[in-house]
């Protein structure tokens, strides 16, 4: 198979994450017989001080034109005040928009390796926590109008939360779809009982719910949820949420499964083309120190060949080579324990290194 990817490595850490991540892909191609070619993109601070803009025209283009994209991070502090539109968080805002990737999954699963990481009593997390969170991508209060008013001698900030119909029921379906590939159980989330546009998404989804008869839904209010993911995160199979909603619950779970540099995510519409990125940011505190953990990233290469390129075997044999490399005890600064436990301690190159040396065809 020949496909072409647009590599976004982004600020921060990012390059050093993307790299490894690359390297794994490349090793893929090689086991198997494809043919992996990449196409640099810039998007972010960098393009920001490259171009002025965070994502030129021509840099979507390139992303519109691959057969996915692989993101590092994007952001950092030397960008904090730049105005609104011209962050780099906006070209990944536009990124997303531009490709239309309106449904983004996000799994909450906890690698046992790394059981005792997790900040949740032993008790809770051996009950299990693996779930998956689809967070609407492209709508909402991410995309309403911002504008900061003058009004009465101060300074009124206006966002504004916008969902229609259409815009619910395409990620509920995703939603109920991926439940009924999972353990069938659903979990709406919103806050129905203040917002508006959270009871038109209530209403969406227990419409959907009648072509869905195998899968139980629920509704919880996001606060409550906030609350259950720490008390009880085993009763959680799909939870489906708005876009703001789902940013703060994926960082939640993210952190109850031990670091949230092991978790990848996905973002994809209506082809194949997907966005792929771990779900962390670019932590500049640890750029260029060689520490960063870049499996969140590698397994979201791993996502890419299974769910954009068909490549099921690839991808399990990537994810077996990270567990593989766990087992072995090696471990990045985020992930390692207090105590002494038997691990070694390895930066990113090390730790990429290791889960391209474990990496067999399976
Ligand atoms: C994420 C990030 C982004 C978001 C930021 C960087 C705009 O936090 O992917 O979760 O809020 O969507
Ligand atoms: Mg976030």
Same mark, same amino acid.
């Given at each position: 198979?020949?496909?072409?990817?647009?590599?976004?490595?982004?600020?921060?850490?990012?390059?050093?994450?993307?790299?490894?991540?690359?390297?794994?892909?490349?090793?893929?191609?090689?086991?198997?017989?494809?043919?992996?070619?990449?196409?640099?993109?810039?998007?972010?601070?960098?393009?920001?001080?490259? *171009?002025?803009?965070?994502?030129?025209?021509?840099?979507?283009?390139?992303?519109?034109?691959?057969?996915?994209?692989?993101?590092?991070?994007?952001?950092?502090?030397? *960008?904090? !005040?730049?105005?609104?539109?011209?962050?780099?968080?906006?070209?990944?805002?536009?990124?997303?928009?531009?490709?239309?990737?309106?449904?983004?999954?996000?799994?909450?699963?906890? *690698?046992?390796?790394?059981?005792?990481?997790?900040?949740?009593?032993?008790?809770?997390?051996?009950?299990?926590?693996?779930?998956?969170?689809?967070?609407?991508?492209?709508?909402?209060?991410?995309?309403?109008?911002?504008?900061?008013?003058?009004?009465?001698?101060?300074?009124?900030?206006?966002?504004?939360?916008?969902?229609?119909?259409?815009?619910?029921?395409?990620?509920?379906?995703?939603?109920?779809?991926?439940?009924?590939?999972?353990?069938?159980?659903?979990?709406?989330?919103?806050?129905?009982?203040?917002?508006?546009?959270?009871?038109? *998404?209530?209403?969406?989804?227990?419409?959907?719910?009648?072509?869905?008869?195998?899968?139980?839904?629920?509704?919880?209010?996001?606060?409550?949820?906030?609350?259950?993911?720490?008390?009880?995160?085993?009763?959680? !199979?799909?939870?489906?949420?708005?876009?703001?909603?789902?940013?703060?619950?994926?960082?939640?779970?993210?952190?109850?499964?031990?670091?949230?540099?092991?978790?990848?995510?996905?973002?994809?519409?209506?082809?194949?083309?997907?966005?792929?990125?771990?779900?962390?940011?670019?932590?500049?505190?640890?750029?260029?120190?060689?520490?960063?953990?870049?499996?969140?990233?590698?397994?979201?290469?791993?996502?890419?060949?299974?769910?954009?390129? !068909?490549?099921?075997?690839?991808? !399990?044999?990537?994810?077996?080579?990270?567990?593989?490399?766990?087992?072995?005890?090696?471990?990045?600064?985020?992930?390692?324990?207090?105590?002494?436990?038997?691990?070694?301690?390895?930066?990113?190159?090390?730790?990429?290194?290791?889960?391209?040396?474990?990496?067999?065809?399976?």
């Amino acid at each position: 198979m020949t496909r072409n990817i647009a590599l976004i490595r982004g600020d921060g850490i990012g390059p050093e994450i993307v790299e490894q991540a690359l390297l794994v892909l490349n090793k893929v191609a090689a086991l198997y017989g494809h043919t992996f070619t990449y196409t640099d993109v810039d998007m972010g601070g960098n393009a920001i001080d490259k *171009w002025g803009d965070p994502l030129p025209q021509e840099m979507l283009q390139k992303c519109l034109d691959s057969d996915s994209v692989l993101l590092g991070a994007v952001g950092g502090p030397k *960008w904090n !005040d730049v105005p609104g539109p011209m962050r780099p968080e906006k070209g990944l805002l536009r990124l997303r928009a531009g490709m239309g990737v309106y449904s983004n999954n996000r799994p909450a699963k906890i *690698w046992p390796q790394l059981a005792s990481a997790s900040p949740l009593k032993q008790e809770i997390v051996d009950k299990g926590i693996d779930f998956l969170i689809v967070r609407e991508l492209t709508g909402g209060i991410y995309f309403g109008k911002h504008e900061t008013l003058h009004q009465d001698g101060e300074s009124v900030a206006v966002d504004e939360l916008r969902y229609s119909e259409s815009e619910i029921r395409r990620i509920g379906r995703i939603g109920f779809e991926s439940a009924r590939k999972r353990r069938g159980k659903l979990c709406s989330v919103e806050k129905s009982n203040v917002l508006d546009s959270s009871r038109l *998404w209530k209403k969406v989804m227990h419409e959907l719910a009648e072509e869905y008869p195998d899968v139980t839904l629920s509704d919880m209010l996001v606060d409550n949820c906030a609350m259950q993911i720490v008390k009880d995160p085993s009763q959680f !199979d799909v939870i489906v949420t708005e876009n703001m909603f789902g940013d703060i619950l994926s960082d939640e779970a993210s952190m109850i499964t031990g670091s949230i540099g092991m978790i990848p995510s996905s973002s994809l519409g209506d082809t194949t083309c997907g966005l792929y990125e771990p779900i962390h940011g670019s932590a500049p505190d640890i750029a260029g120190k060689d520490i960063a953990n870049p499996i969140g990233t590698i397994l979201a290469a791993a996502m890419m060949l299974r769910y954009s390129f !068909d490549l099921a075997a690839e991808a !399990d044999a990537i994810e077996s080579a990270v567990s593989a490399v766990l087992d072995q005890g090696y471990r990045t600064a985020d992930i390692l324990p207090d105590q002494a436990t038997g691990c070694i301690k390895v930066g990113c190159k090390e730790m990429g290194r290791l889960i391209i040396e474990n990496l067999t065809k399976g």
